[in-house]
């Protein structure tokens, strides 16, 4: 019984205020917890995943907007450095856009507005991606991603915000590039 009524509970949430309310809620019941990896190659990696999970002191969020989630990847040797981090928001998507490209670039970051990326204005409606910027500090090589989703919620509208950085260990892209060097055809120009 308790089963179904939060299930309805849930649902109507989801349907009056959007899905960033419901996962809202939803992470919050989870709570935040550490998971370890172990690769084929033996190497062992941390992931602490939760709304109370680390996030980068650089990293702003809005006025008013609630974290929703945070994946923090602990930094291991020969392995990159990333994160996510996913908020709720009643901000517009213009206000949104000038929020992390002013913010961001006061962090060092060179953004671009992609605008739709890749993809054309149906694709982007149907996938529900409002948005992307992206950018890129040269000094420490960490590239950022901000992706605006489109509003979900009938009377409520809430929507999310995605956000991902990643930086690349330089020894690991060395070592790929060299293994990949080692088995291209003569002649391929690599």
């Known amino acids: 019984m308790w089963g179904r009524l939060f299930l309805g509970v849930f649902l109507v949430l989801a349907l009056v205020a959007g ?6 809620v939803l992470n919050r019941a989870i709570g935040t917890g ?5 690769e084929g190659d033996g190497v062992q990696r941390t992931l602490i995943s939760g709304p109370d999970a680390p ?18 990847w602990v930094p291991s040797p020969g ?5 996510d ?5 009643h901000n517009s998507v213009d206000e949104i856009k000038r929020f992390y490209a002013d913010a961001l670039g006061a962090a060092g970051f060179d953004m671009r ?12 409606s149907y996938l529900g ?16 991603t901000v992706t605006t989703r489109t509003a979900s919620g009938f009377i409520w509208p809430s929507r999310a915000v995605q956000i991902h950085w990643q930086r690349w260990d330089k020894a690991l892209l060395d070592a790929q590039a060299a ?4 088995w291209a055809p003569p002649n391929s120009g690599r």
């Not at 899905?19 to 809202?24: M, N």
């Not at 507005?113 to 982007?124: E, S, W």
């Not at 991606?129 to 950022?144: F, S, V, Y």
Request: hydrophobic share 40%.
């Open 19 to 24: 899905y960033p309310y419901a996962a809202l």
């Open 34 to 38: 550490t998971v370890v990896f172990t």
């Open 55 to 72: 996030r980068p002191a650089w990293l702003p969020i809005p006025p008013r907007s609630y974290i929703m989630q945070v994946g923090h």
């Open 79 to 83: 392995r990159e450095v990333a994160g």
């Open 85 to 89: 981090l996913e908020i709720l928001t």
């Open 113 to 124: 507005d992609m605008g739709y990326g890749p993809m054309n204005a149906p694709t982007a």
């Open 129 to 144: 991606i409002a948005n992307t910027l992206q950018g890129h500090r040269a000094e420490d090589d960490l590239t950022i």
């Open 179 to 182: 293994a990949a060097s080692r």
